[in-house]
């Protein structure tokens, strides 16, 4: 079967999915190598989607903040935290991009023809040379990759962090000059609640009403209440709402080593990135960091080798996935620590804990790169949770056996 649109690029890539991964893993392929070119399909008929991905700057490698900066749209300097016993500002630079920035990074690349799109057609089947859409098309490449977005996957045992959020224009100046990133001063319900508040101007907010639950059911109609209650005790009451943002985010528990690394040896298999290959913070569910990084490496490889190295390539990626498995030991223990061990109710001392630490280790820990002092330094002193119910939930291996023996 020959390709679907024959070029004279040296390296074609094809993507299933034209959201956040599919699409910076485009730009920074596109943007490092002349070579390449990139055909993305979408079921949908616009590319990118309508979020707004937000981060610490810090979570990105120094290296790559010249690239990324078309696509970030705002940059605080500082950010808030705030809970009954205490509140803190912190010095770490905070960031947003969203989907209208993100087409922009890749328009120039859609008019010159490199980035081909096929849009509102949806992906059938992948393997690692072809892609099959939903009129029997195949579609080939040198490199196929799936960023088709999140899907459970029983290796992985599940928190969630639910969240509905409206951005509104306020008639007064809401007074807002930094993001408040947790607000966990308003009533608590259904695990950790908290409020996080992203001011874009002096008018335009974005409200986030949010919740580390153990089930994901949502309920759109109560948070939406609740942001208004907020709004209330804010006294930005006279707004409209201009957008509305809603999701649930993975949460990792624990994670099956084993069982990846079997489901891993398949190698008729595209490569996957983004949340389809959860690559993903374990304790924030954010995968914008994640993302950069992958590009990065992909990238990086195609420059080296200028060739169709499939293998190679989604050998080097598993490689890495089983890296970040092994490497985010620990964040799993801490989700097991805050969902399991602690009283719901009782949740958001944790986090008041969390945010006594230095900014260093703050900002570390985001990044996904934390010490071993700090692993110790999290979790010495006053335990926030019960000792029994710690212990009971350090083992990974023993949770793991746990839960899929309630399951069998
Ligand atoms: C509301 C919300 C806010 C978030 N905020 C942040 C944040 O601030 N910072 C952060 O780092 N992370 C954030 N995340 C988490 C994460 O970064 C996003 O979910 C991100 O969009 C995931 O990127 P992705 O490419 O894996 O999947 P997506 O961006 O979801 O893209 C998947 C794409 O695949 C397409 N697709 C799916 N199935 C098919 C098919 N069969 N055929 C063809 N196309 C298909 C979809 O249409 C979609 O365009 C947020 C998530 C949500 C839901």
Redesign the pocket.
């Known amino acids: 079967m020959e390709p679907i649109d024959k070029d004279t690029n040296k390296v074609k890539l094809v993507v299933?999915?034209?959201?956040?991964?599919?699409l910076m893993l485009a730009w920074k392929c596109l943007s490092s190598n002349s070579q390449v070119s990139v055909t993305i399909?979408?079921?949908?008929s616009v590319i990118g989607?309508d979020?707004?991905?937000?981060?610490n700057i810090s979570d990105v490698n120094p290296s790559l903040h010249k690239w990324l900066n078309p696509f970030i749209e705002h940059t605080w300097e500082k950010y808030d935290v705030k809970f009954n016993g205490s509140s803190r500002r912190l010095n770490i630079p905070y960031c947003s991009g969203n989907s209208n920035s993100l087409r922009a990074c890749v328009e120039p690349f859609i008019k010159s023809g490199r980035l081909k799109l096929i849009l509102d057609t949806?992906?059938i089947k992948m393997t690692s040379s072809e892609v099959i859409i939903c009129n029997g098309k195949k579609i080939t490449g040198d490199y196929i990759f799936d960023?088709?977005?999140f899907t459970f996957d029983k290796s992985i045992k599940l928190g969630f962090q639910k969240f509905y959020g409206i951005t509104i224009e306020t008639k007064k100046p809401h007074g807002l000059k930094y993001p408040i990133i947790m607000d966990a001063t308003v009533p608590q319900y259904d695990g950790y609640r908290f409020i996080y508040c992203l001011p874009f101007s002096q008018n335009k907010i974005l409200i986030e009403d949010t919740y580390y639950s153990d089930g994901n059911n949502f309920h759109e109609g109560e948070y939406n209440k609740r942001i208004n209650e907020y709004i209330e005790t804010k006294n930005w009451i006279e707004h409209k709402v201009i957008r509305v943002?809603?999701?649930i985010?993975p949460i990792a528990l624990s994670v099956d080593i084993k069982l990846i690394e079997k489901l891993e040896a398949k190698h008729n298999e595209p490569i996957k990135i983004?949340?389809?290959g959860n690559f993903y913070h374990p304790v924030t569910?954010?995968?914008?960091p994640e993302?950069v990084r992958l590009s990065d490496k992909v990238s990086a490889f195609i420059n080296e080798t200028n060739k169709n190295n499939s293998l190679e390539i989604s050998s080097k990626i598993r490689k890495y996935k089983l890296h970040t498995y092994k490497r985010d030991k620990f964040f799993r223990l801490l989700n097991r620590l805050l969902f399991r061990a602690a009283v719901s109710s009782k949740r958001h001392f944790v986090l008041e804990r969390f945010y006594t630490l230095s900014e260093n280790l703050i900002k570390r820990f985001y990044s996904g790169n934390i010490y071993k002092k700090d692993m110790l330094r999290i979790l010495i002193g006053k335990p926030p949770v019960p000792v029994h119910k710690a212990l009971y939930y350090f083992s990974e291996r023993a949770f793991m056996a746990r839960e899929h023996s309630k399951r069998d």
């Open positions: 299933a999915g034209a959201g956040l991964s599919g399909i979408d079921s949908k989607g979020h707004t991905w937000s981060f949806k992906v960023a088709r977005g943002e809603k999701g985010l983004g949340m389809r569910g954010y995968s914008l993302a």
